[in-house]
């Protein structure tokens, strides 16, 4: 089993809400990422997890703010964004955080800021 | 700065056409190169390759890594319009856990 779950599928958000992306992941993985993609572009790294310590951040603004409570479960909360945030966020995870390790995606979050 | 370019950037075939598609790379310590496809959601794995590893078949997708030329291919033979997609590389180096993608190519598969 390779799957990576994603909520919600689809979520619209002033730019003064405070929402929250969710990812779960049952594979026993210690590596887990966020990335957003942009319609026709390729996906952007944003974070890595490794063993549920913060690993990279790719100069993220603070507006996206991660986290993961456990080994199984990454967050991304957001708040004040803006519309050029829209984009989708896909969850990945892989057995450790290691290049030659698969990195499974998740189905993503289609997110749309108005 | 770690480089993949995929070529062509889009591509229009027939039903039974045979494809193949081209990443290259310019990367710091290569460690690994990997071909997703990915519809409409999240991209979906289909090889790795490694130095260990430069070869993989599965059904009728192919792949290839020539570490001489810092490239890979991906041949799809007898092409389905269930291929139609977006054909993503990417490569790992160094900086553990990070991989850097190519544009993608689109192919579309008409009947």
């Known amino acids: 089993d390779t799957e990576v779950t994603q909520t919600p599928k689809h979520l619209v958000m002033g730019m003064t809400n405070k929402k929250s992306l969710k990812c779960e992941q049952h594979?026993?993985?210690?590596?887990m990422y966020w990335y957003k993609q942009k319609a026709k572009k390729p996906p952007e790294l944003m974070f890595v997890y490794s063993y549920e310590k913060l690993s990279i951040n790719e100069s993220v603004p603070s507006r996206f703010s991660p986290e993961c409570p456990n080994s199984s479960l990454l967050n991304l909360h957001l708040h004040a964004l803006q519309p050029e945030d829209s984009a989708l966020y896909l969850c990945a995870s892989s057995q450790e955080e290691a290049s030659t390790d698969t990195q499974y995606f998740g189905p993503g979050t289609r997110l749309t800021v108005l | 700065e770690d480089k993949v370019v995929q070529s062509p950037l889009s591509l229009v075939v027939h039903e039974g056409d045979t494809v193949t598609l081209n990443c290259s790379y310019e990367?710091?310590?290569?460690?690994?190169l990997l071909w997703y496809k990915q519809e409409k959601k999240a991209p979906t794995f289909l090889f790795m390759l490694t130095s260990s590893g430069i070869e993989k078949k599965s059904g009728r997708l192919s792949s290839i890594l020539d570490k001489k030329e810092l490239s890979s291919i991906l041949n799809i033979t007898a092409t389905q319009t269930g291929d139609s997609a977006i054909y993503l590389c990417?490569?790992?180096?160094?900086?553990?856990?990070?991989?850097?993608f190519g544009q993608g190519t689109i192919l579309t598969v008409h009947p």
């Open positions: 990367v710091t310590n290569f460690r690994s």
């Open positions: 990417a490569v790992g180096g160094t900086s553990y856990g990070k991989l850097t």
């Open positions: 594979m026993g993985h210690r590596a």
